[in-house]
Nanobody, 125 residues
Framework: EVQLQASGGGLVQAGGSLRLSCAAS????????IGWFRQAPGKEREGVSC????????YYADSVKGRFTISSDNAKNTVYLQMNSLKPEDTAVYYC??????????????????WGQGTLVTVSS
């Protein structure tokens, strides 16, 4: 059974850092693209970052470029999202998701087949 477990969210002051983890089971992350998305209240879910662990390709949304870093540990079957210099506008529920390496764009919600349960990140000003 494919499962994705997102964790690491919390409350942090603006300028602070958090590291989110996405622990995968039931499949090998090296064979898929793992994406991080976020959804703020009243807004659509948006792509934040994604990684294809087989070749290390990464993507970042312009809004997080230079502040967030995605990485993967294939031995732990886990993908991380290091978030630095957090801003109040980063406040959202963050989700990780899995898609085929060759299916659709990694920024598109509909490209993904499996989703984790989400972890809340709150950045106070």
């Amino acid at each position: 059974e494919v499962q994705l477990q997102a964790s690491g969210g919390g409350l942090v002051q603006a300028g602070g850092s958090l590291r989110l983890s996405c622990a995968a089971s039931g499949f090998t992350i090296a064979d898929y693209t793992i994406g991080w998305f976020r959804q703020a209240p009243g807004k659509e879910r948006e792509g934040v970052s994604c990684i294809s662990s087989n070749d290390g390709r990464t993507y970042y949304a312009d809004s997080v470029k230079g502040r967030f870093t995605i990485s993967s540990d294939n031995a732990k079957n886990t993908v991380y999202l290091q978030m630095n210099s957090l801003k109040p506008e980063d406040t959202a529920v963050y989700y990780c998701a899995q898609k085929s390496l060759y299916r659709g764009l990694c920024t598109v919600v509909d490209s993904y087949d499996y989703w984790g349960q989400g972890t809340l990140v709150t950045v106070s000003s």
